[in-house]
């Protein structure tokens, strides 16, 4: 009944989409015949032709796109009966007991996730070659009852045919988001076309959320209320575990030019070593705030639902979900080497890619220290040597007040304890007498050649004073750290682990049309970037295209680090000037014409502007 109740839906409403646009065509054509009265005919018809234009043009465009486009190839790694013996009988039987037709393939992919896809024919009244997407992470961390619960849950899709307006759907997103985004966000056509699109969605994610349900019946029933439950439960605990593993163990290396050698077994190893962490994530309620754009209905909702359907309990099978795989190991290098591409990255195993990892984030601050020096001092190779100098003759104080101006001198010098360690840090692992230990348990260690615990600190609180100083060095000496190691390696400021924060389109730069990204960095300057009526359109396509570290690398990067002073001369539209190390300035003007990424980017622009001033 739910397909059948969104398959008409969505063809109803796909068939609404060029009604709409019929009757706005009629309605210019009337407007335009109503002017002709009162206003002379070229006058008339130029007027009206945006409208023309709009709903004509763009819908044709669109639609023809929507017809010729076909669906992104097959995803992830496919596992044969070979690979995964167990795992496919168990696909089997589950398919047999929701009466579903047995899956084509089964892909294996990157993600906290499972899915079907069903390539059907005829508006989806044939059925056509069917694939089971199973996320890695899943076979990881689940037991063998979860994710026959997932398994069931996905399989019940297809059994409730769920899958066979896919390709429509597809289409029909497509050729609704196409016309939208050739109409310019000022035509009134498109604010028609935009409320019908929202519409269009809330029709669509109601049909989803009700299959969500009926597919959970499937889970129940073949899995048990128990499993199914606790797979639920799950989901979100594997979800917070895979972003803690990226953001913490896999970006910055990735970001610095490395990838790990074996990336989907450290996570295998991250879940092990973390274990009671995770025991208190399962613990905690989860926030499943619903919303009638989701997708997927609450889980607070899901799982009162199973408590009201039928239980089917059977024996609890509490082995880990990876022993459906004949070889996981073997299975996880495999997906890495079909779903990551590494392009120049360095493989290394994780104890090195570690080391590497973090060492690199240290150098990156002491670089902005060494890069500081210079412009303090005029020094073309800024160094650890040369701030011993600085201490010796006595000038540190002043320096450091440059980081904490707020601080008296003598504060200062107590502040800048922490990055003096750091720039000990550098300089002992590029002499090789120090090293960054992984862990999966807990941050990486800063340990000495011996493998325990190195404390720079106190070093550092006596290299930061000029009568104590030489006590440092001979410190350093001993543990074979030699401070002319310590020096500038990025002698310019990059994005590299910069964060982005939001944009700006049609903002003159100088006096030269821009668009900008604001990073928690700096600022991406991308000069000439076309038409100013796709502002915002253009700045979303423009960070979907790239990471921001390689946009900044394409485009001009202002280092917030350069930048001595702001001037806000104006709000709205925005009107600031900007004071460089160097003397020179840099205008900054916003158009009237100006168009967001998101609606808060000009106050985040706003207060990093503030902050430097």
Do not use: C
């Amino acid at each position: 009944m739910v397909a059948t109740f969104r398959a008409l839906a969505s063809l109803v409403m796909l068939v609404g989409f060029y009604v709409v646009a019929l009757l706005q065509v009629a309605a210019a054509v009337l407007l335009a015949y109503g002017l002709s009265s009162v206003l002379p005919g070229f006058l008339a018809l130029k007027l009206t032709f945006p409208l023309f234009a709009a709903s004509v043009g763009a819908v044709l465009v669109a639609l023809w796109k929507a017809i010729r486009a076909t669906p992104e190839p097959p995803y992830g790694l496919p596992l044969t009966a070979d690979q995964a013996p167990e795992l496919w009988s168990t696909v089997r039987q589950l398919a047999a007991v929701v009466d579903t037709r047995v899956p084509d393939e089964i892909r294996l992919v990157p993600e906290v996730n499972a899915g079907v896809s069903e390539d059907a024919r005829l508006l989806g009244l044939l059925g056509g070659h069917r694939t089971l997407y199973i996320g890695l992470p899943l076979l990881q961390a689940m037991t063998v009852d979860q994710l026959r619960a997932v398994l069931a849950h996905e399989l019940g899709h297809y059994s409730g045919r769920h899958t066979r307006l896919g390709a429509v759907a597809y289409r029909g997103r497509l050729a609704i988001g196409g016309a939208i985004g050739r109409i310019g966000p000022r035509n009134p056509v498109g604010w028609v076309f935009r409320g019908y699109a929202l519409l269009y969605m809330l029709v669509d994610n109601a049909a989803s959320r009700r299959q969500e349900l009926e597919a959970d019946r499937a889970s129940v029933q073949v899995a048990g209320r128990t499993a199914a439950v606790s797979a639920l439960r799950e989901l979100p605990v594997i979800r917070a575990a895979w972003t803690f593993f990226h953001d913490r163990y896999v970006g910055p290396g990735w970001e610095a030019g490395y990838v790990p050698a074996d990336l989907f077994g450290g996570f295998a190893e991250l879940l092990a070593a973390r274990a009671d962490q995770l025991a208190g994530l399962r613990a905690a309620e989860p926030d499943d705030a619903g919303s009638r754009w989701n997708t997927h209905p609450p889980l607070s909702q899901r799982i009162s639902a199973m408590a009201a359907m039928p239980d089917n309990p059977g024996v609890a099978d509490d082995r880990p979900a990876r022993t459906l795989l004949a070889d996981p190991e073997a299975v996880a290098r495999a997906l890495q080497e079909v779903v990551v591409d590494a392009g120049n990255r360095t493989p290394l195993p994780w104890p090195e890619f570690t080391n590497a990892m973090v060492a690199d984030a240290v150098q990156q601050e002491a670089d902005a220290v060494y890069r500081a020096l210079g412009r303090f001092t005029g020094e073309a190779e800024p160094n650890l040597p040369a701030v011993f100098r600085l201490v010796e003759q006595q000038r540190f104080p002043e320096f450091a007040e440059t980081f904490f101006p707020e601080a008296t001198r003598r504060e200062a010098v107590g502040k800048f304890v922490p990055l003096m360690e750091t720039l000990l840090q550098s300089a002992a692992v590029a002499s090789g007498a120090a090293r960054w230990r992984h862990s999966w348990s807990e941050p990486a260690r800063f340990t000495g050649r011996d493998g325990e615990p190195l404390q720079l600190r106190p070093i550092a609180e006596l290299a930061v004073r000029p009568e104590t100083l030489p006590e440092a060095v001979t410190q350093l000496t001993a543990l074979g750290i030699d401070p002319a190691q310590g020096t500038v390696v990025r002698r310019q400021a990059t994005a590299e682990g910069a964060q982005l924060l939001g944009g700006l389109a049609n903002v003159k730069v100088d006096g030269v049309e821009h668009d900008l990204l604001v990073l928690d960095r700096g600022l991406v300057l991308i000069g000439n970037p076309g038409k100013a009526d796709r502002g915002t359109r253009r700045l979303e396509e423009l960070v979907s295209s790239a990471p921001v570290t390689e946009l900044a690398g394409r485009h001009r990067f202002l280092p917030f680090e350069e930048v001595t002073g702001a001037e806000i001369q104006r709000e709205v539209p925005l009107k600031a000037e900007l004071t460089l190390h160097d003397g020179s300035r840099v205008s900054l003007r916003e158009q009237w014409s100006s168009e967001l990424l998101e609606k808060e980017s000009r106050d985040t622009l706003l207060s990093a502007l503030r902050s430097i001033d």
